[in-house]
Nanobody
Framework: QVHLVESGGGSVQAGRSLRLSCTAARDTISRKCMGWFRQASGKEREVVATITSAGLTTYYADSVKGRFTISRHNAENSLYLQMNSLNADDTAMYYC???????????????????WGQGTQVTVSS
């Protein structure tokens, strides 16, 4: 099993940046699709970005495209999300997730991901 721990959330003003990190323990993430998801208060969990096992292919939700960048460092068993030009709509709990069954095609559906972190809160004030 993969144990995931997110960090880097916080409260920022609109237009600023944050970098989220996700560190894995107990198992490697190197052969797994990884994703960032978020859930705003009163809303369903939604995909933010995904990245294939080797980091060659990424996907971004339209709402974050051009502002967020997902990356991974397999040797350090870590996943990252660089978030620039944040706005109030980005306020949510952010989760990293691992799909052990996929490497080169990453699902955009949260149900495909077996392992989840506890989440890190991002709050953007306008």
């Amino acid at each position: 099993q993969v144990h995931l721990v997110e960090s880097g959330g916080g409260s920022v003003q609109a237009g600023r940046s944050l970098r989220l990190s996700c560190t894995a323990a107990r198992d490697t993430i190197s052969r797994k699709c990884m994703g960032w998801f978020r859930q705003a208060s009163g809303k369903e969990r939604e995909v933010v970005a995904t990245i294939t096992s080797a980091g060659l292919t990424t996907y971004y939700a339209d709402s974050v495209k051009g502002r967020f960048t997902i990356s991974r460092h397999n040797a350090e068993n870590s996943l990252y999300l660089q978030m620039n030009s944040l706005n109030a709509d980005d306020t949510a709990m952010y989760y990293c997730a691992a799909d052990p069954d996929s490497q080169i095609y990453c699902s955009k559906t949260s149900g495909a991901y077996d392992y989840w972190g506890q989440g890190t809160q991002v709050t953007v004030s306008s």
